[in-house]
């Protein structure tokens, strides 16, 4: 099992292959945890770091996964998707 956890995230192209997906991780304004897939599709909010990270390994195939810090924060913004007609 790889787990990777990033200190910053100003320089991921040289953690990450530009194919694989990875998660950002920080504290939002409300001072919950948040954690996003860099894709957008998956994310959450948490009450502790722990949980984000719980999440991002039990979304991830084979539980690898990589996490890049956010120091300055980050929020989820949700996304509504269309069904195609």
């Known amino acids: 099992m790889r787990n990777n956890l990033a200190v910053s995230a100003l320089f991921p192209n ?18 919950l945890w948040v ?3 860099s894709t957008g599709r998956k994310g959450g909010l948490f009450r502790t770091r722990e949980a984000a ?5 039990d979304e991830s ?3 690898n ?19 195609a007609a």
Do not use: C, W
């Not at 990270?53 to 390994?57: D, G, K, P």
């Open 35 to 37: 954690i996003r897939e």
């Open 65 to 83: 996964f990589t996490i890049v810090h956010e120091p300055e924060g980050l929020e989820l913004v949700l996304v509504q998707f269309r069904k």
């Open 14 to 31: 040289r953690l990450l292959s530009a194919a694989e997906p990875y998660f950002r991780l920080g504290v939002n304004a409300a001072g």
């Open 61 to 63: 195939a084979d539980g």
């Open 53 to 57: 990270i719980r999440y991002a390994r």
